[in-house]
């Protein structure tokens, strides 16, 4: 009878710790994924916010450091516009009458944009599943910030590159233990001015012959995705019963 006792003692205690491998013991640290979405030029020939909204696409990996801090690498494509209709931009900026000489004639460009880099993000609430005694959410909205690179191509333009500065906010929300459904709005600063550059003459670079600085009267962008992600890298604790 004693040993019946062990032997059933033995093998509830292996069952359990089976049994919690793929729930509270099991944690992954790492994600994989991708998505769709819509980017906008906001810059001289914008003419509004989202008034040029084009189509994107996104891949992106995550690391989770913790249930509240993650650090993020991402790249996108997708393609942006504007025109200037209702604006107005004069032909010679450095003329001396007041206005900068006479309006010049309806500019419009259209070209591709690729960027990437890596982001931080600060969940507010403690995100997961499982191990409910760390008072995990399966939803929490976050910021994020983060740098990278950017590069306008295509309008019959020569490419241009430059640094980008995302910041932004977004909300996760777990689908299942390993599935992750999110979406994430950015408004991406850019340290160039030829996002915007085209065949059109005068080019849309320093229109108003105003002074730049690093991020002073510069091309910006903003970016709105939904996205899937899956767990993946899992770690896994000892059994303590």
């Given amino acids: 009878m004693p040993r019946l006792i062990t032997l059933l003692f033995v093998m509830a205690t292996a069952l359990g710790c089976h049994a919690?491998?793929?729930?509270?013991?099991?944690?992954?640290?790492?994600e994989i994924g991708g998505g769709i979405g819509l980017d906008s030029y906001v810059g001289d020939a914008a003419g509004g916010f989202m008034k040029h909204p084009g189509l994107m696409g996104?891949?992106?990996?995550?690391?989770?450091l913790n249930p509240r801090m993650v650090v993020k690498v991402n790249a996108s494509f997708g393609h942006i516009s504007g025109n200037t209709e209702g604006i107005y931009i004069p032909q010679d900026p450095l003329?001396?009458?007041?206005?900068?000489?006479?309006?010049?004639?309806?500019?419009h460009f259209s070209r591709n944009i690729l960027d990437f880099g890596a982001q931080f993000e600060f969940n507010f609430l403690g995100y997961g599943m499982g191990?409910?005694?760390?008072?995990?959410?399966?939803?929490?909205?976050?910021?994020?910030?983060?740098?990278?690179?950017?590069i306008g191509m295509g309008g019959g333009a020569k490419a241009a590159a430059g640094m980008c500065i995302p910041l932004g906010a977004g909300?996760?929300?777990?689908?299942k233990p390993r599935w992750?459904?999110?979406f994430e709005w950015t408004f991406?600063?850019?340290?160039?001015?030829?996002?915007?550059?085209?065949?059109?003459?005068?080019?849309?670079?320093?229109p108003y012959g105003i002074e730049s600085g690093m991020f002073k009267n510069k091309d910006c962008y903003t970016k709105m995705a939904l996205t899937v992600s899956y767990d993946i890298a899992p770690k896994y604790r000892k059994c303590n019963n």
């Fill in 20 to 30: 919690q491998d793929g729930g509270e013991l099991l944690e992954y640290q790492q």
């Fill in 58 to 64: 996104t891949v992106l990996w995550r690391r989770n």
């Fill in 95 to 107: 003329s001396e009458t007041p206005e900068g000489g006479q309006k010049a004639e309806l500019i």
């Fill in 131 to 150: 191990a409910s005694f760390k008072g995990l959410k399966r939803w929490t909205p976050y910021l994020t910030a983060g740098v990278g690179m950017c």
């Fill in 171 to 175: 909300f996760r929300f777990k689908l």
């Fill in 180 to 182: 992750n459904l999110g």
């Fill in 188 to 206: 991406n600063f850019t340290t160039t001015d030829k996002l915007d550059d085209s065949e059109a003459t005068p080019h849309l670079i320093d």
